[in-house]
């Protein structure tokens, strides 16, 4: 016989999983219902009316699609590309890597225009590069970079990328429910996102929207669409059509869990609840800096809900992390590619963003840091934050 499973309690603070909403969880207990039961597709209507409001569009094709954040990614590049099509990719981190490889499985052109990590890609050298590509058919960029902390800047992106004919991608997996993504205003045609960050739900379903120019390549291919499972058309059926027929068997206890949890968000309301995150990452900077820890992002691109601490020289990466969890209960990331060993990863995303966990992470790593020898005086981050709160 194995134990019954119980895991130790955690404080998550790392680029996702964040903690799970209590009225989520509760959610999730709800009973089974059949995909076609009308109560559960009165469900599914709800949540896509939600999803809507909390990306910020009135794009008929919105859905969560099953499957993690890479779903997202993987949904929007095989319904959009054909072979043959030339795609411009933003990579400043790991994910933009990520977007650049899905889409040249899909068999698209890649041209990918770069910046440093730990910086954003600047409106001119996109735009060069979009102009430099004959008839781009996209330009996909990472809103959040969960790799480095960047927060991409869209709006000139956009423009370039329309000016030239293309579609414009967010990738919004960290941001969507920390930071404004404002589909329709900004004039976005393809976001995808995920569950575990920002909207304090479980892994499992990756929200998607497509805006009707969007759809119009959608259904204006000329070859089939690989993937069955993703194919946006079929799922389309499932979600929207007059007479929806199955397409896969989703996961009622996902759906019911994103439904609450978006319900939640906006009860927090979206603008409070971007100046929650804000607020909490500012305090969280202040202290590490006061403890001679220094932001691995650039200045004035910082997104608020990941935040990329250098950790000292003569500091171990593993043995820290390792203590956090040990004496604390604490997760917070390691570097992911050219920042492994060299940076944390702090998460303060949806529910985990709160003034607790702030100052928790603060004490507990100041002390783990000056017990390795580093240099620093005892409750110097945690009066930091506090002051930072003050303000
Ligand atoms: C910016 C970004 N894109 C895509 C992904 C992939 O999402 P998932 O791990 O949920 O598949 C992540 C995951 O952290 C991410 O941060």
């Not at 809900?305 to 000292?312: A, D, F, G, N, V």
Request: aromatic share 6%.
């Amino acid at each position: 016989m194995y134990d019954e499973l119980i895991a130790s309690p955690r404080v998550l603070l790392g680029p996702g999983p964040s903690e799970a909403n209590a009225r989520v969880l509760k959610a999730m207990t709800t009973p089974m219902l059949g995909y076609l039961d009308t109560e559960f597709v009165q469900i599914m209507d709800d949540t896509v009316a939600l999803l809507r409001r909390v990306f910020g569009t009135e794009n008929s094709l919105t859905l969560p699609v099953s499957g993690t954040g890479t779903a997202g990614m993987e949904a929007a590049l095989a319904n959009l590309i054909e072979p043959g099509d030339p795609v411009v990719v933003g990579i400043n981190g790991y994910f933009g890597g990520r977007i650049a490889d899905i889409a040249a499985r899909c068999g698209a052109a890649v041209t990918t225009v770069e910046a440093e990590w730990g910086k954003h890609i600047p409106a001119e050298k996109i735009a060069e590069t979009v102009e430099k590509v004959s008839s781009p058919k996209l330009v996909a960029l990472v809103h959040g970079e969960t790799s480095t902390g960047i927060l991409q800047p869209l709006t000139e992106a956009i423009q370039i990328a329309h000016e030239n004919g293309a579609l414009f991608l967010a990738d919004c997996v960290t941001t969507l429910g920390g930071q404004p993504v404002d589909l329709d205003a900004r004039g976005i045609d393809v976001a995808y996102s995920c569950t575990q960050k920002c909207l304090a739900c479980p892994p499992g379903l990756s929200p998607i929207s497509f805006s009707a120019r969007a759809v119009e390549v959608i259904r204006n291919r000329k070859t089939p669409i690989q993937s069955f499972y993703l194919d946006m058309t079929l799922l389309e059926n499932y979600w929207h059509g007059e007479k929806r027929g199955y397409h896969h068997t989703v996961s009622m206890s996902l759906i019911y869990a994103l439904r609450e949890g978006l319900r939640v968000v906006l009860e927090e309301g979206l603008t409070d609840r971007f100046e929650r995150h804000e607020r909490n990452a500012r305090a969280l900077l202040a202290g590490a800096k006061a403890i001679g820890l220094q932001p691995a992002a650039e200045e004035g691109y910082r997104a608020p809900m990941l935040t990329t601490l250098r950790i000292p020289d003569g500091i171990d990466d593993a043995t820290i992390r390792g203590q956090l969890i040990a004496d604390y209960g604490i997760e917070i990331g390691g570097g992911l590619g050219i920042f492994a060993g060299k940076a944390w990863r702090v998460g303060l995303m949806g529910d985990s963003s709160n003034e607790r966990n702030v100052m928790l992470f603060l004490n507990a790593i100041e002390k783990l840091l000056i017990e390795s020898g580093h240099s620093a005086k005892r409750g110097t981050a945690v009066q930091a934050a506090s002051q930072a709160y003050d303000v």
